[in-house]
């Protein structure tokens, strides 16, 4: 399966497959990028592995997860540019608004286009630059969880 | 293993009996409490099953064990008062330093004796209280990590 934007795909490059090779305790939380789209990245995850001492989803699967959303949508962006990048959060606060009963859905939508190219000019000027994202968890009902984040994208070494 | 404080025994409480009996993600983490002792509660984990594509510690396990170290040092403080109570995390904030390459070391230390006090007595007076935490990730160096958050306190139903 390749990601997908506005029905382009990211040639080549396969975020589950990245995933499962790499950050192997995604693999123990059930994580999956199911889209990359106009909408931005949406990542899901079972309850079962990642439930709590309450029945509901454990605060630490939901930081993990919205972490991962930001983060693939900001690889997938430098990509679909023609940028490759070692990509890592630098600070993510998440508020946590109402339990999850059920399979956890990520969100992290596409940030203004503004801000899109000016990550991806400075990126190109100086080999470093930082995204600010937001994300959330959706429930049928709410936002269960809220979560926004600041991202760094550095050019590899060699 | 019982877990203590300052020499003494939170009677009929282990702590990672009841995260392998309810947090199973806890396991695959591989997260373990160390110490709840004067300087406040210490979890550990190995890097192995948390790494990244960095080979580094994958930042969603580092949010996890730094909002576990939280919860069970506001959970010990309630039992070691005598208290029972549901306890979660209202939202956290993670701030990415420096990269973790071995073993993983949270520390929360207690907070203010007179903010423990302040918690308690609204706990008890209002069956629901506020208790805002630091805790950090220790290397060798340096806090790779800082985390700050607000955990409430519930009396359980019935």
Redesign the interface.
């Known amino acids: 399966m390749s990601s997908r934007k506005q029905g382009r795909v990211v040639a080549g490059h396969d975020v589950n497959a990245?995933l499962a090779r790499?950050?192997?305790?995604t693999q123990?939380?059930g994580i999956r990028l199911r889209s990359f789209a106009a909408d931005g990245v949406t990542m899901t995850a079972p309850l079962k592995?990642?439930?709590?001492?309450?029945g509901i989803a454990?605060?630490?699967?939901l930081?993990?997860?919205l972490?991962?959303c930001g983060w693939a949508l900001t690889d997938l962006v430098l990509r679909e540019a023609g940028e490759v990048a070692?990509v890592?959060?630098?600070?993510?606060?998440?508020?946590?608004r109402a339990p999850v009963t059920g399979r956890i859905i990520a969100r992290c939508p596409l940030p203004p286009p503004e801000d899109l190219a000016a990550f991806l000019s400075a990126y190109r000027l100086r080999g470093r630059a930082r995204l600010r994202l937001e994300a959330f968890i959706e429930t049928r009902d709410a936002r269960a969880a809220l979560f926004h984040a600041t991202y760094v994208a550095r050019r590899p070494a060699k």
């Open positions: 990245y790499h950050v192997p305790i123990a939380m592995p990642n439930i709590n001492d309450k454990f605060g630490g699967t930081a993990s997860i972490s991962l070692d890592f959060i630098a600070a993510g606060t998440t508020e946590y």
